[in-house]
C-alpha cells in the first residue's frame, strides 16, 4: 500500500440538492512519507519506549490525518494486542508460535483488555477481567495454494494442526473448525495436497463444473477474436548459443517496438497503444543465468541499439527497426537484490512510458510468478523451459493482464538440451493445453525427516497457546506438574498424522503409535531438562521477544 487508501464519500441525490457536496467517491491518492508515521504511547508521541506505531496522511485535507490515524497495524506487537478483523501474513510467521507468547491472542486466546487493547496469558498484570474469551478466527484464505508444497508445504502442514486446534472451538459438544478457502490457478491433486495441509477430506470446487464448460455462470471463454489472447513464440536456432538467441531476441523487440511507438505518437501521445511493448521483461530459471545476461545487456544491446536501424531485410525492403536509446538502468527482480530496491523496481515498472523514469529492460527469476500485478507490462522473453509447468505459467501471466493489451511472450530454446528440444517441437501442442501439463505437488508433513525438523517447535507451540498455564515465559517450568495434562497435544498430532491422507488401518495404527510415541519422548526430554535445571537452582522460561 503506497497511496494513501482513504476515499472521500459520495452523497445522496437529496443531500447534493441540499448544497452538500455531489462529488463522486475518489481516493486521497497522498503518497506516505517519514512524515507520515508516529511512535506512540499511550495517544502521545514516545519514540524511546513506544507502544504503537501510528499511520496518518500527509495532506491535510484527507480524512484520516491530524489527529485522526489510518486503520492500519504493521508491528507485531501492536497486532497482538489490538487484534484487527483483517490480518495479512506470510506462512513464515507460524514460527513464532512456540517463541512468542502473545501470538495466541490472535486465536481468541485472552482474558483481559484496556484501552491500548487485549491481553492473554502472556501479560498477567495488564487490563481488567474480560469475561469470556474472544471467538478465534472463522474463516482462513490461503492464497497461491500451488506455493505450499514441497518442503515449505511439508513443514507448514505441521504447523497447520496448531493453527487448527487454536482456531476451533467446542460448541454443544461439536468442534467447529475454521472455513478454509484456497486458491491457485495452477494445481494437480489439490484434494490430496490440501487433506495434507489442512486435514480437510472434503474439497469443494468453486466455480463447480457444470455442463458447459465455456460458461460457468461465474465466467465465460472468449474466443481470441472477440478478446485477445496472450501470444507465445518459441525460439530456437541450430549451432547457436541461448545467449546469442537472446541477444537477436532482445534487439529485434525492443527496435521494433521503438518503431511502432514513434509511428503512433512516440511520447507525446499519453495514451500510444505500444505502451506495454516498451518494457522488455526478461525471465532466468537461475541466478547465474541471470547474472551473465545483464551483463550482455549492458554492453551488448544498449550499444547496438543505438545503431539498430541500419538493418533492413533485403527483399522486402523495409524500415522495421528504428535506434533506440536507453533511458534508465537495467532492473531487477531477485532474491540478491534488497526489498528496498525490489519495491522501487516494482514503482518503476507501473510507470508508463512517456514519463521520466519509466523503464527499458527488467530481468527477474521466479520471484516474479506470483506477486507482480503490474497491468502495462505487455512482453516478456523466457531464457529456456522453466522446470515446472506451473512455473512457466504463472511467470508468462505476468504479461497480458490487460484485456485491451494482449500479452507477447517469447520462449527461447537451448536446442542442444533434450527437454528443450521436445518443448520446442511440440510448441503448439503444449501450449494449447498447458494446463494439462500442471504436475502435482507433494505435501509429507508426517515423514520422518518432516517430524525431525519441525515436530518438537509445533509440539512446543501447541503446549504452550493451547494451554494457558503454559503460556507466560516463565511457565516451561510447569511440565514438572502438568506434564500428564500436555498428552492431549500429543495425541493431537498423532490423530492428525492418521488423517492426513487415505492409509490402510494396519498402516494408520502404526503411524498413530510412531508420531504418539515421539511426541512423548519430546515431553520427556523437556521434563528431564527441567528436572536438570531445577537441581542446580536455574530457572527454565521460555524465549520469547519483546522482553518478556
Not at 507465445?232 to 525492443?254: D, E, N
Not at 511507438?261 to 516498451?278: A, K
Not at 484485456?403 to 527461447?412: A, D, M, N, R, S
Not at 517447535?457 to 516451561?476: D, E, I, K, N
Amino acid at each position: 500500500m503506497t497511496p494513501c487508501p482513504a476515499v472521500r464519500p459520495s452523497y445522496p441525490p437529496s443531500e447534493v440538492k441540499a448544497g452538500v457536496s455531489g462529488d463522486p467517491p475518489s481516493g486521497c491518492g497522498s503518497k506516505f512519507t517519514r512524515d507520515s508515521f508516529f511512535l506512540m504511547a499511550d495517544g502521545k508521541g514516545n519514540p524511546d519506549f513506544p507502544k504503537d506505531l501510528v499511520v496518518k496522511c500527509v495532506n491535510p485535507d484527507c480524512e484520516f490525518s491530524g489527529d485522526k490515524q489510518l486503520p492500519i497495524l504493521g508491528v507485531d506487537e501492536p497486532i497482538y494486542r489490538r487484534l484487527p478483523a483483517f490480518i495479512i501474513a506470510t506462512v513464515d510467521k507460524f514460527a513464532s508460535l512456540p517463541w512468542v507468547g502473545r501470538t495466541g491472542a490472535l486465536f481468541g486466546h485472552v482474558e483481559r483488555y484496556d484501552q491500548n487493547g487485549f491481553y492473554g496469558p502472556a501479560d498477567p498484570k495488564l487490563g481488567k477481567a474480560l469475561g469470556a474469551p474472544l471467538s478465534p478466527p472463522d474463516l482462513i484464505i490461503q492464497d497461491e495454494l500451488h506455493l505450499i508444497s514441497g518442503p515449505l508445504g511439508t513443514i507448514a502442514g505441521l504447523y497447520e494442526t496448531v493453527v487448527d486446534e487454536l482456531a476451533s472451538r467446542a460448541t454443544n459438544g461439536k468442534k467447529i473448525r475454521p472455513k478454509i478457502v484456497a486458491s491457485t490457478a495452477t494445481v494437480r491433486r489439490a484434494e490430496s495436497q490440501i487433506r495434507a495441509l489442512f486435514e480437510r477430506p472434503a474439497t469443494a470446487i468453486f466455480p463447480p463444473p457444470g455442463p458447459n464448460i465455456e460458461d460457468s455462470f461465474f465466467a465465460i471463454t472468449e474466443a481470441p477474436p472477440g478478446t485477445p489472447a496472450r501470444l507465445y513464440i518459441g525460439v530456437a536456432a541450430q549451432g547457436r548459443s541461448l545467449k546469442v538467441i537472446m541477444l537477436r531476441t532482445a534487439l529485434a523487440l525492443m527496435s521494433a517496438a521503438q518503431t511502432l511507438y514513434r509511428e503512433n505518437g512516440g511520447r507525446p501521445n499519453r495514451l500510444n497503444p505500444l505502451d506495454p511493448y516498451m518494457t522488455l521483461v526478461g525471465y532466468f530459471n537461475s541466478l547465474r543465468e541471470l547474472g551473465g545476461s545483464r551483463r550482455i545487456f549492458e554492453d551488448e544491446v544498449i550499444s547496438r541499439l543505438e545503431r539498430y536501424s541500419k538493418r533492413h531485410r533485403l527483399d522486402p525492403v523495409d524500415d522495421l527497426f528504428s535506434d533506440r536509446k536507453f533511458r534508465y538502468e537495467i532492473q531487477e527482480l531477485t532474491s540478491r537484490v534488497s526489498t528496498n530496491d525490489v519495491a522501487n523496481a516494482k514503482r518503476l515498472l507501473g510507470k508508463q512510458f512517456y514519463e521520466d523514469e519509466a523503464v527499458d529492460v527488467a530481468l527477474a527469476t521466479n520471484m516474479i510468478s506470483v506477486g507482480l500485478d503490474i497491468v502495462r507490462l505487455g512482453t516478456m522473453f523466457v531464457n529456456g523451459q522453466p522446470k515446472t509447468t506451473a512455473e512457466y505459467i504463472q511467470a508468462t501471466s505476468r504479461v497480458g493482464r490487460d484485456v485491451e493489451k494482449p500479452g507477447l511472450v517469447i520462449t527461447l530454446f537451448n536446442i542442444h538440451k533434450p527437454r528443450d528440444r521436445s518443448h520446442y517441437e511440440r510448441f503448439p501442442t503444449f501450449h494449447r493445453s498447458f494446463y494439462r501439463s500442471v504436475e502435482a505437488t507433494s505435501v509429507t508433513p508426517f515423514s520422518p525427516r518432516a517430524l525431525d525438523r519441525a515436530l518438537a517447535a509445533t509440539l512446543v507451540g501447541l503446549c504452550r497457546q493451547g494451554f494457558a498455564f503454559m503460556t507466560p515465559s516463565a511457565s516451561a517450568a510447569e511440565i514438572e506438574n502438568r506434564r500428564s495434562e500436555l498428552e492431549a497435544a500429543a495425541q493431537r498430532f498423532a490423530k492428525r498424522a492418521v488423517e492426513h491422507r487415505q492409509i490402510r488401518q494396519s498402516e494408520a495404527v502404526k503411524l498413530y503409535d510412531y508420531v504418539l510415541n515421539r511426541c512423548k519422548e519430546l515431553l520427556d526430554d523437556w521434563l528431564t531438562i527441567q528436572q536438570n535445571f531445577a537441581q542446580t537452582g536455574t530457572r527454565l522460561i521460555s524465549c520469547i521477544a519483546f522482553g518478556k
